[in-house]
């Protein structure tokens, strides 16, 4: 795998392949690699001839007090991984190349309504500095089809619903969440995570799973579903087993609109702190 960090040897490289009439699927990350990630890669070869990673750790989708600076950055094991995986190209840009102005003069993308709540709103900006990102790495790799997590459930929709209203030609495709057998969804931030709190952890999942069951029971005896009050008794039990719930409720699985009565495609979108890790997950649940 060759690893380039300057925007010409990156555009050099596509556009021989462009050149040679192969296509190319693209992965997106911030680095500190992990089964989920190279999941994305495994996918990734799929659906094109050419599999381009990038890692950047974007300065842009972090708050003023979020701690980017203490972000795990593991380039030498991650580039052996990605290479274990079959990557063809790794792209690993300077923050200066990707932002030469400076974040303030930065054009940016910015897409409204499902970037508003959850973690849009308990993150102010953040969905805006993936949305740009994303946009500008797009535009520099120019790929045919892109891999995202379901892990990050909103930013899919985020990055879905720009491909469309800007009418990107590249196909989205999202790619099932990779867990420990605990059931607690890998991340890189797992890695704050003392031993006492991995412990702990697992009980953001399944909690969640204990509430898909009772929106499935409730749809299956045809009672009328309270979804806050099972989501205020879901996130009860997890703040019970020592994490902190930031936010945990039933939605439409594409809107992400609260869940009415009628919907039968959810989704339970969560986050929750445990010591100084702010976890997310999501489940899916499929009524009819
Ligand atoms: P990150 O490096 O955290 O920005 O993540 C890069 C990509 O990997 C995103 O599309 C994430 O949704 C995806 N990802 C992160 N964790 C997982 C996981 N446990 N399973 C599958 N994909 C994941």
């Known amino acids: 795998m060759e690893t380039v960090s300057k925007i010409n040897e990156l555009r050099e490289q596509v556009k ?97 309504n499902i970037s508003d709540g959850y973690c849009g709103e308990s993150r102010p900006g953040h969905f805006r500095g993936v949305a740009t990102i994303v946009c500008k790495l797009f535009n520099l790799v120019q790929p045919d089809v892109a891999c995202f997590g379901l892990k990050d459930y909103q930013q899919v929709q985020v990055i879905q619903i720009m491909v469309e209203d800007l009418s990107m030609p590249i196909k989205i495709i999202p790619v099932a969440t990779i867990r420990e057998e605990s059931g607690l969804a890998l991340s890189s931030r797992n890695g704050y995570l003392t031993a006492e709190e991995k412990a702990t952890a697992p009980a953001l999942y399944k909690s969640l799973q204990w509430l898909a069951e009772q929106i499935r029971a409730g749809y299956a005896q045809q009672d009328s579903i309270d979804f806050i009050g099972l989501a205020k008794q879901a996130a009860k039990t997890i703040n019970d087993a020592g994490l902190h719930t930031d936010y945990l409720h039933v939605c439409h699985a594409q809107t992400l609109q609260p869940a009415s009565e009628d919907d039968t495609q959810l989704v339970i979108l969560a986050a929750a702190h445990c010591g100084k890790a702010r976890l997310i997950d999501n489940l899916q649940v499929n009524l009819a």
């Open 16 to 112: 021989a392949w462009r050149q040679q009439g192969l296509t190319i699927a693209f992965v997106p990350t911030m680095g500190n690699l992990h089964a989920g990630h190279i999941s994305l890669v495994t996918e990734a070869h799929k659906h094109a001839d050419k599999v381009v990673a990038s890692i950047f750790v974007n300065p842009m989708q972090f708050g003023v007090n979020e701690d980017i600076e203490n972000y795990p950055r593991t380039m030498a094991d991650d580039q052996q991984k990605l290479t274990a995986a079959g990557t063809d190209l790794l792209f690993t840009p300077k923050p200066d190349i990707i932002y030469p102005k400076g974040l303030a003069k930065q054009s940016f993308v910015e897409v409204p």
